[in-house]
């Protein structure tokens, strides 16, 4: 069978996933934000990694002027791996010819900068820097070649046997790593978890036994405290516990992430129950008591770190994007191995409430953390400048550290790859949007599927079969999908939110319809969650609402706002009833009683989250207080 265009082809696994060959998105939410990536983002990510001089870097480094001259930090490498991953999936989708010559361009400059014996870095190992290796907590050396080798296999799977020689640069890197830090040789692993899951898949792609042996080797080395106390903890870099035995995610939320997704790759290939087990016990406290309504993660700006059970503070959320990712990655992985919809619900709440808020709607502005309470409007950043990574109370055209840009951008473009999966005698359908779908099982079976839907504007999905074939199809109900109903042939079944099987020998022109009800709905917070007591939000199908304060009428700031009734629907928007909270007046905030509130409440507008900050400065909150 051939190996699907996808980021993650396990070996075993008990859901194959269906790549972009197989699976199209054709339209709605999902196909705008991949246009606007392929039109505008990725187009600007290469001018800045131009203008920021992160690529030219690599040309410094092919002409023996480095270190002077260099610029960006020292991880600064892993932007352009991630800019080359996301041209790859890109071209994948539509093979662009304009798109080939800059990505062919890219890898040439690249190329030109790789060491003899396939070291390469722009920060490392010349005359004048530091040595190679000398700082692996933080020198991110290994983390950005995890970045390249993930740009070899988008680039092996969507374009096998091309000649610009991605893959083979990544390759001699891969066996560079193996060399040094096998297992007779450096014990130690990088800082910054990323090459454990990048080697993984090189090995799958490549069929390399001896680069999932390493990955393997780093995961079982981290947890022994080998990177040194700093001031964090050893948590920052999940070296405080080993992988098997820890409990849940903890310090910083990218790398918990990465590495989380790194130990599912290796306990897929290993058949490790046990190491499995642990993922899925870590990934399950994880979602119960350190995730954010959005399914942001990452409640410290400091650290950029999760912080304690229930420390989910709301204006000070840092909810990061790439940690974002970091989840998808992992959940993805725990989803294959287990068929488990909880993971595909995961996906589903992070990719429309943390990916799709980061990019402003012309793909080239962006959030690097992700409240869910603006407490200052503001100001527009300069189009020109270059923004602190957290700082910007509204979506930046670039940071200092511009690790959520290209992340997004190789999400976006590979995102076909997690619409649904198969087995030996069925298709899983895990995110709606229109598609099609193609692909041969196991049995024989040709499988044609057209998806066609509004959704999440409209909760009906309606699946048409192109091809007689008898399958088993499954269509995901989400945990928040109460009243859910599937039609075939006429017949109407409820749908419990899980997985709901479709059993039978299709006939081509039959249609299998789902019907999620997405009509607003009020969600209230664990009470341990001391930031969101009191409060209730709003979310509307898989998108949480927001208020923000360019819909208050007669006041302007969300921090004055008092929820009402229930949420209603018309006009096309959602609207929740708010008035305006009576100031004390005595210049003391604490008394004994509760201020109150206007008692004319008014018909206020919300927004998608993943929509808000479109309009100019303004405040806004998710959770609005009921008293």
Not at 21 to 42: D, K, M, P, Y
Request: with cysteine; proline share 7%.
């Amino acid at each position: 069978m051939t190996m699907p265009a996808s980021p993650v082809v396990p070996s075993v696994s008990t859901l194959r996933p269906l790549g972009q060959s197989e699976v199209r998105i054709t339209g709605g939410f999902w196909a705008q934000r991949q246009q606007v990536n392929a039109r505008g983002t990725l187009a600007h990510i290469g001018a800045r990694l131009e203008s920021e001089g992160w690529l030219p870097n690599f040309d410094l480094a092919a002409q023996g002027r480095l270190p002077e001259g260099r610029r960006g930090r020292e991880f600064a490498d892993s932007e352009v791996y991630k800019y080359l991953e996301a041209l790859a999936w890109e071209l994948g989708r539509t093979g662009d010819a304009a798109l080939e010559q800059r990505f062919r361009a890219t890898i040439a400059r690249v190329a030109a900068a790789q060491e003899p014996d396939g070291y390469l870095s722009t920060e490392f190992g010349r005359p004048g820097q530091r040595p190679r290796w000398s700082d692996l907590a933080w020198g991110h050396e290994l983390y950005c070649l995890g970045h390249l080798f993930q740009a070899a296999v988008a680039r092996h799977r969507t374009a096998p046997g091309a000649d610009d020689g991605l893959v083979e640069i990544a390759r001699r890197a891969a066996d560079l790593v193996c060399a040094t830090f096998g297992a007779d040789g450096d014990q130690g692993v990088c800082g910054h978890p990323e090459v454990e899951v990048a080697l993984v898949e090189l090995g799958r792609a490549l069929d390399v036994p001896a680069y999932i042996d390493q990955a393997a080797l780093f995961v079982e080395r981290r947890g022994h405290g080998g990177l040194g106390d700093i001031e964090w903890g050893r948590g920052y870099f999940q070296d405080d516990v080993p992988v098997r035995d820890a409990t849940v995610l903890r310090g910083h939320a990218v790398r918990a992430n990465y590495l989380a997704a790194g130990a599912a790759d290796v306990a897929a290939e290993r058949g490790d129950a046990e190491l499995l087990d642990a993922l899925r016990t870590q990934w399950e406290t994880t979602i119960a008591r350190r995730t954010y309504l959005t399914g942001g993660q990452g409640s410290h700006h400091q650290d950029e770190a999760f912080g304690e059970d229930w420390e989910l503070p709301n204006d000070r959320a840092y909810s990061e994007t790439c940690a974002g990712v970091g989840s998808i990655m992992f959940s993805w992985r725990m989803l294959l191995a287990t068929a488990d919809a909880r993971y595909a619900d995961l996906v589903e709440r992070t990719l429309y409430n943390v990916v799709a808020t980061s990019p402003s709607d012309d793909g080239c502005a962006f959030f690097y953390a992700n409240p869910l309470h603006q407490r200052v409007p503001g100001a527009v950043p300069d189009p020109d400048e270059t923004s602190a990574r957290a700082s910007s109370s509204l979506r930046a055209p670039w940071f200092e550290v511009s690790c959520c840009p290209p992340n997004v951008a190789r999400t976006l473009a590979s995102l076909d790859a997690y619409v649904a999966t198969a087995t030996d005698d069925g298709i899983q359908l895990h995110q709606y949007a229109p598609c099609t779908i193609r692909t041969t099982l196991p049995t024989g079976a040709e499988i044609a599927l057209d998806v066609q839907t509004d959704y999440p504007a409209d909760g009906r999905v309606r699946i048409e079969i192109g091809a007689d074939a008898e399958f088993d199809l499954s269509l995901r109900v989400p945990a928040w999908a109460e009243g859910a109903s599937v039609q075939v042939a006429g017949v109407v079944d409820a749908a419990a939110p899980g997985v709901h099987r479709v059993r039978r020998v299709f006939r081509r022109g039959d249609v299998v319809e789902l019907t999620l009800p997405v009509a607003p709905r009020v969600t209230r917070p664990d009470p341990r969650i001391d930031a969101a007591r009191g409060c209730i939000a709003v979310e509307r199908g898989p998108e949480v609402f927001a208020l923000e304060s360019v819909d208050l009428a007669g006041f302007d700031d969300v921090a004055d706002a008092v929820a009402g009734a229930s949420p209603v629907e018309h006009d096309g928007r959602v609207w929740l009833p708010i008035a305006r909270r009576a100031e004390r007046g005595d210049g003391w905030p604490y008394a004994r009683t509760a201020g109150a509130a206007s008692p004319a409440p008014v018909e206020t507008p919300l927004v998608p989250y993943h929509s808000w900050g479109n309009r100019g400065p303004s405040t806004m909150r998710v959770w609005i207080p009921t008293a």
